[in-house]
């Protein structure tokens, strides 16, 4: 008891200074009145109601939906969507194609970001790859989506020669399992510009001291090249994983039917389809969310040791 | 061992004074790949890149039926009589420039302002900032879209529902890429001294802003807009479910009934937003250094 009341006096004690030093903070700069404050304050007040409706009401809306019924009573009963053989079928091939194809991009991106490392940081290689990286990563979506097509589609040139070894291309880029080439295809590029920065931060004086102490290009990589580099590896895999999981547009573009999540949402959005369920994209929003949740602290903590050789 | 010390000593400069060129120097030891080894991986990944790329471009030069190469689907495109066949499509671009104009303003009007008032003013105000505006990259735009789906719902009776007022969600998709350039050159600068050297010359705060702050962000304004139209051009999530007729779902819609004029305008979008972004690292080069950014 006698405890209790001790620190509640010393954290009020503590933040009493803290307070001071705020308000002393405020008009230090141009002894402004204190009353101004209000004033300025407002002028934060334009975009923060625009990211309280479009941004804060959407993403709670998305969240808590799940957890009410059709008539707004809070209910646990919308979970048994995740029940659904379907549903769970399309999370788990959200999460094996975004695995893969991120581990797949991720050691090509990684390779093209060494490669890279031996031109020059403010050449016209660099730039272009730059360039074409961000196009690729961030906005193909459905456009690369109609790459594939024709690449893989009907009597395309590589549609004919793999038909000759009896296997068909054009059916197999309309399954879950042909996504992973243009997950792929947007995944190295995502590596390279997730990735380069750390490469860049390896500098060339740690080659030269394991080269003066008598090392081999071996023994860089492996006591100092990879452990300094793991970190932003991983955490490059990572955003190379929640980037597939949470893309839409080239999968909507390919397989209109449905097959992972983003799809699932889509659908149980447009149409109702589980029966006794209310708000079932609400759920699988919130399945997504806890996901990324994950994914986003695991990279947070990489990131902090990739940062520590980035200074 | 003296094959391994031998490798790094050919490149070194026997006078012992720094060779004029490190880059080759530094080939046999250390990260970096030889030229050699570098340009063959390059090369490699960029041939098989490029496969995609290029069987589209040959694909808008093939003729329905038949074999050889003909330019009737570049033609179909401009030819008058065939407007009709897209006139979806051209409501789709002009829907998309439409909304790129607002989103720009959107960013130009809301989050500058607040971005320039917690810079100068309430530099505590910076992390939530900060936070907010990089959100939007770790929510997946589907599930925003499942909260836009009840917002757009009453929306809709205060401002109806014409492809304009998906600016407004855009514009949350917007805000990382928007952010990070402007964020970027504000940290090259010192704002406040800026501002106070222009205060204490008898500037008022509009003036202050207007011929000091703004110009001086001009690089940073300039690249995040040029990231906004492209982020607008390629949006197609949002468009989709809400069931607007926008650049990508009018193509998503042409490519069933007409792929090669699809295939044509995607790889004319792609190449142009290519040149966007090449002014975006074009800007950004230019003049002072650009502090390393990373994505989040």
């Known amino acids: ?311 | 061992m003296t094959a391994a010390t031998a490798a790094p000593i050919a490149g070194v400069d026997p006078t012992g004074t720094t060779p004029p060129s490190r880059r080759p120097a530094r080939g046999r030891y250390g990260a970096v790949p030889s030229r050699a080894t570098g340009t063959v991986v390059l090369v490699v990944v960029g041939v098989l890149f490029a496969i995609p790329l290029l069987s589209m471009a040959t694909f808008t030069l093939r003729p329905v039926s038949g074999s050889g190469l003909t330019l009737v689907h570049w033609a179909a495109l401009f030819d008058p009589a065939q407007q009709s066949n897209y006139s979806d499509l051209f409501a789709g671009i002009q829907n998309s420039l439409i909304l790129a104009v607002i989103v720009v303003a959107i960013v130009l009007l809301l989050l500058v302002p607040a971005m320039l008032l917690a810079e100068l003013k309430y530099p505590r105000v910076h992390r939530v900032l900060e936070f907010v505006c990089l959100l939007p990259i770790t929510v997946p735009t589907i599930v925003l879209v499942v909260g836009f789906v009840p917002v757009y719902q009453v929306l809709q009776g205060v401002v109806g529902s014409d492809p304009w007022t998906l600016s407004f969600a855009i514009g949350v998709i917007v805000l990382p890429y928007a952010y990070r350039p402007i964020q970027a050159n504000i940290g090259t600068l010192n704002l406040t001294t800026l501002t106070e050297a222009a205060r204490s010359l008898g500037a008022s705060w509009p003036v202050a802003v207007w011929r000091i702050v703004l110009p001086n962000l001009r690089r940073g304004l300039i690249s995040s807009c040029l990231l906004t139209v492209s982020v607008v051009l390629g949006e197609f999530t949002i468009a989709n479910v809400l069931s607007q007729n926008t650049f990508q779902t009018a193509l998503l819609l042409l490519q069933q009934t007409d792929p090669y004029v699809g295939a044509l305008l995607a790889l004319a979008a792609l190449l142009f937003v290519f040149v966007l972004l090449v002014d975006v690292s074009r800007t950004r080069s230019i003049g002072g250094r650009r502090p390393k950014k990373r994505k989040s």
């Open chain 1, 1 to 311: 008891m006698i405890d209790t009341t001790a620190s509640t006096t010393s954290v009020a004690g503590a933040t009493a200074p803290a307070a001071g030093a705020e308000r002393a903070d405020a008009r230090g700069a141009g002894g402004r009145p204190l009353r101004r404050r209000g004033a300025g304050w407002l002028g934060f007040a334009p975009f923060g109601v625009y990211v309280l409706l479009f941004l804060a009401a959407p993403g709670v809306i998305a969240i808590t939906s799940g957890f009410f019924d059709a008539e707004g009573r809070f209910t646990l009963a919308n979970f048994a969507v995740l029940a659904d053989e379907t549903i769970a079928q399309n999370f788990w091939n959200s999460i094996w194609l975004s695995a893969v194809s991120a581990v797949i991009s991720a050691v090509i991106g990684a390779l093209v970001c060494w490669a890279l490392s031996s031109a020059r940081p403010d050449g016209l290689v660099r730039a272009a790859v730059d360039s074409a990286s961000s196009v690729f990563a961030q906005f193909g979506g459905v456009m690369l989506a109609f790459a594939f097509i024709a690449t893989f589609g009907a009597q395309t040139l590589a549609w004919n020669a793999l038909q000759t070894v009896g296997f068909d291309s054009s059916t197999f880029l309309y399954s879950v399992a042909g996504l992973l080439l243009p997950y792929t295809y947007f995944g190295v590029p995502l590596m390279v510009l997730a990735f380069m920065p750390a490469f860049d931060g390896l500098k060339p004086q740690w080659g030269e001291a394991v080269a003066t102490l008598g090392g081999t290009r071996l023994a860089f990589w492996r006591r100092v090249g990879l452990p300094v580099l793991a970190p932003a590896f991983f955490g490059s895999l990572i955003l190379l994983f929640a980037n597939a999981f949470s893309s839409y547009a080239t999968a909507a573009a390919l397989i209109s039917q449905g097959g992972i999540i983003t799809l699932a949402i889509r659908q149980q959005l447009t149409s109702e389809t589980i029966v006794g369920v209310a708000n079932s994209a609400g759920v699988l929003a919130l399945g997504m969310v806890v996901i990324m949740a994950v994914l986003m602290s695991l990279y947070a903590v990489l990131d902090r040791r990739t940062r520590r050789w980035q200074r």
